[in-house]
């Protein structure tokens, strides 16, 4: 390559950095099962500080809390939503199909109040996370029919059914990416990243669902680790990891959670100024 060449590259390099993005605030919403209505709570108080997304990124809960959101629910109108959700109601135990569990009427409830049935249709554009199970690859929508797609980034592997998209299994985001902050980073000037996925070891059944999930909390954090670096303020509530991603009894405790933490560290960023 010739020296003016080498300058252009350099130049254009300098000019990809300082361009302006088309999203001023991002927001970034990991999956953790019914530890992520703490997502609600954080999204609950950034709006009482005025602060809002131009885009939002999600996976698994994550991915259903931001649909939610960008559909045009309020943070305390999705936290009542998720009062009335319980696994045993949510879910059926079925012959095995390529899952134990069948997510029918979470899908049906589900559906029943996501208003917009389009990513187009949103109020706030939304990109969500899946897994392609047939070609071993993540994939991000951000367009189409949305239903499906939420579904697909909440199907935990064994425990529930893979999803059918245009003829191609796709299963729980969080495989390859449970926090979706790359995928949004490049497009915006900040990243506000909510991890519902905390790592804390304590005492676990030796039960086949609790040995899984602990399995997938491993694999969780170690796919994390990059995506949390890239953040410009991460909200990651340590508390919330002594809930169990099945605890949905206790989705308003988790919901609180996540707003005072939240609370507390733009309190501790105001007294730093």
């Known amino acids: 390559m010739s020296k003016l060449n080498t300058i252009k590259s350099k130049v254009k390099q300098v000019e990809a950095i300082f361009a302006s993005k088309p999203y001023k605030i991002g927001i970034a919403l990991s999956g953790g099962g019914i530890k992520g209505m703490c997502h609600a709570g954080v999204l609950k108080a950034l709006e009482e500080e005025g602060i809002k997304p131009d885009l939002i990124s999600g996976v698994s809960a994550g991915a259903v809390v931001g649909a939610l959101y960008a559909d045009g629910y ?55 996370v899946t897994t392609n199970l047939d070609k071993g ?84 954090k170690a796919n994390s680790m990059a995506d949390k670096d890239m953040c410009d303020l991460l909200i990651e509530p340590i508390d919330v990891g002594n809930y169990d991603t099945f605890d949905t009894e206790k989705s308003r405790e988790i919901f609180n959670l996540g707003y005072d933490i939240t609370k507390k560290m733009i309190d501790d960023r105001k007294n730093m100024k």
């Not at 079925?94 to 109020?123: C, H, I, M, N, W």
Request: include cysteine; charged fraction near 25%; hydrophobic fraction near 40%.
């Open 74 to 128: 309020l943070p305390d109108e999705i936290a009542t939503i998720f009062e009335h959700v319980e696994f045993r109601k949510m879910t059926k135990l079925q012959v095995p199909d390529g899952g134990f569990f069948s997510t029918e009427r979470f899908e049906k409830y589900l559906g029943s109040k996501l208003r917009a049935k389009t990513f187009e249709e949103l109020k706030i554009p939304l990109r969500i």
């Open 137 to 220: 690859e993540s994939v991000t929508f951000s367009k189409g029919e949305l239903l499906p797609v939420i579904m697909a980034s909440s199907s935990i592997p064994v425990l529930f059914s893979p999803r059918k998209i245009d003829g191609e299994h796709y299963v729980d985001g969080g495989v390859f990416k449970n926090f979706p902050v790359s995928v949004i980073r490049q497009d915006c000037e900040n990243v506000i990243g909510v991890n519902a996925s905390p790592l804390v070891i304590n005492e676990y059944k030796k039960s086949i669902l609790s040995v899984a999930m602990r399995t997938y909390h491993f694999m969780f």
